[in-house]
């Protein structure tokens, strides 16, 4: 088993930025690729960035490419998300998720374990 805690959410103005972190813990985190997931009011849940834990390959969501950035520390346990040039649409519960395979993916029916979220609010 596998907990997550999301942390660093809050609100920012439209171009401002925020990190994210994921901190992990129970069964070794090494072994989990990462992703982050957001939800919107009245949205589905989207896919925004994975990492894999081996080669620490990255995929991103065309709409945060270039301005989002997954990382992740293994010895901390802690898979971060940093968030620059940040807009409006951004806002939403950012989630983290974790999935027992090496590999990252974007479906999120491919992830085991999820957070509780942290919320994002950016203002125009």
């Known amino acids: 088993q596998v907990q997550l805690v999301e942390s660093g959410g809050g609100l920012v103005q439209a171009g401002g930025s925020l990190r994210l972190s994921c901190a992990a813990s129970?069964?070794?985190?090494?072994?989990?690729?990462m992703g982050w997931f957001r939800q919107a009011p009245g949205k589905e849940r989207e896919f925004v960035a994975c990492?894999?834990?081996?080669?620490?390959?990255?995929l991103y969501a065309d709409s945060v490419k270039g301005r989002f950035t997954i990382s992740s520390d293994n010895a901390e346990n802690t898979a971060f998300l940093q968030m620059n040039s940040l807009k409006p649409e951004d806002t939403a519960v950012y989630h983290c998720?974790?999935?027992?395979?090496?590999?990252?993916?974007?479906?999120?029916?491919?992830?085991?374990?999820w957070g509780q979220g942290t919320q994002v609010t950016v203002s125009s």
């Open positions: 998720a974790a999935r027992r395979a090496y590999s990252a993916s974007d479906d999120d029916d491919d992830y085991d374990y």
């Open positions: 990492i894999s834990m081996i080669g620490g390959s990255t």
């Open positions: 129970g069964r070794t985190f090494s072994r989990h690729a």
